[in-house]
């Protein structure tokens, strides 16, 4: 099930943007989380689909353009995890901030998803998750909020239910018409904003 909003004007002036700037991944915003000891991808995929379900900017894809530019808010999304292996490389660690770099001067197509996920695997013990974010879904605020998430997620035992909390929404976030702060699409896993423990 797909519900239909009206983007707000940030999203429709972003929009614009993305049709002259978005090749080269101006409008990425994201987030990485390095994730120490071994990981249970399963666990992995299940956290990041509780994430998915909470947030439905993440759920949002957009279609038309100019005055018919609409948001359109998926009712359940199973999110694709991209799987990149380094760890048989001579220098894994270099590799991974190259591949980094690659990824966020991609563009990310909003009109197929506003999220692009990709595990870098440096070691059995070692990797790095790109959570990556189209600027039309996501602020620099939203994105520490989405990694609070995700960490608490995998941070919590097996079997326990999530704690129910109020969730910012996208809509009273992203459509306030507030200045939208942006996190540079640049850097290395070292400038991400935090680590999850696998």
């Not at 990824?103 to 506003?114: A, F, K, Y």
Request: aromatic content about 4%; charged content about 25%; some cysteine.
């Amino acid at each position: 099930m797909v519900a239909e909003t009206q983007p707000s004007v940030g999203q429709i002036l972003l929009w614009f943007l993305d049709r002259y700037r978005g090749e080269e991944g101006a409008l990425n915003c994201p987030t990485l989380c390095r994730l120490r000891g071994p990981v249970d991808k399963a666990r992995l995929r299940r956290a990041l689909a509780e994430v998915f379900a909470r947030h439905e900017a993440l759920r949002t894809t957009f279609t038309g353009g100019g005055r018919r530019l609409k948001a359109l808010i998926a009712d359940r999304v199973s999110p694709e995890l991209h799987e990149v292996d380094l760890s048989s490389v001579e220098d894994p660690r270099a590799a991974v901030e190259d591949a980094i770099a690659v990824e966020l001067g991609t563009r990310i197509d909003p009109t197929e998803s506003g999220v692009r996920l990709t595990l870098f695997r440096l070691a059995a013990d070692h990797h790095v998750l790109c959570f990556n974010m189209h600027h039309m879904v996501t602020d620099a605020w939203s994105c520490r909020v989405i990694l609070e998430d995700l960490c608490a997620a995998l941070d919590r035992p097996e079997g326990e239910p999530a704690r129910s909390r109020p969730c910012p929404t996208r809509r009273s976030r992203l459509s306030s018409g507030r200045p939208w702060a942006r996190r540079p699409a640049s850097g290395s896993p070292r400038s991400g904003p935090g680590s999850c423990a696998g």
